[in-house]
Structure formats: C-alpha cells, structure tokens
Nanobody, 124 residues
C-alpha cells in the first residue's frame, strides 16, 4: 500500500524559510510523479510543484515560481519542498501527492495517493 507522510510544517515569521518533507513507502516511486499542493479552508487545493519519478523534470505552479523548489532524494523516496521568503498568504495545509500513472500535472484530480498534510503558518 502506497503511503505518504509529510513533515516539516510549523510556525515561521514573514520572510523566513521552511523545508517540507514527504516520505513515501509501499510503492515504486521511481515510476510516480509527485506533487505538492496546499489548501486553506473554503478553497480548492492549489498546485505548487511536481517532479518526475527520476527527479530530473520539474513543473512549477505560478505560486511556487521564484520562491519554492521541489526536489527528490532518490535514495530515500523522500520529496522536499523548500520554501523561501514566506508570506502570511502562504499559510495553509500543505500536501504531497503521488500520480501513479507517472506524468506531471497541476491538477489535483490526477493524483491518486495523498498524504495527511502538514500545517504551515506564517506570522506577520
């Protein structure tokens, strides 16, 4: 059974940085595309970035460009989202997700396995 576990969220001041981690288990992760999304109450999940199974190709959403970087440690099946220059509007629950069909996408509906989420709060 494929499982994803996020970690690394917390409280940070405006302008600070956080690195989120997503540990995968139970699957063939070199075949999966992985994505990072975030969600605030009352809104749809917002795409941030995705990365190919090899880690060689990435695709960023508009909200991530210039501040967030997705990466992968192939030896650990662990994915990261480095977030810099954080703003209060970045406050959300952050999720990692796997697309077991293997293609990069900005659509949440293309991802079929989700982690439980990790809260990020940016104080002003």
């Amino acid at each position: 059974q494929v499982q994803l576990v996020e970690s690394g969220g917390g409280l940070v001041q405006t302008g600070g940085s956080l690195r989120l981690s997503c540990a995968g288990s139970g699957g063939t992760f070199n075949l999966y595309a992985m994505g990072w999304f975030r969600q605030v109450p009352g809104k749809e999940r917002e795409f941030l970035a995705s990365i190919s199974g090899s880690g060689g190709t990435t695709y960023d959403g508009d909200s991530a460009k210039g501040r967030f970087t997705i990466s992968k440690d192939n030896t650990k099946n662990t994915y990261y989202l480095q977030m810099n220059s954080l703003k209060p509007e970045d406050t959300a629950v952050y999720y990692c997700a796997a697309n077991r069909r293997g293609f990069l996408s900005g659509w949440a509906t293309e991802y079929d396995v989700w982690g439980q989420g990790t809260q990020v709060t940016v104080s002003s």
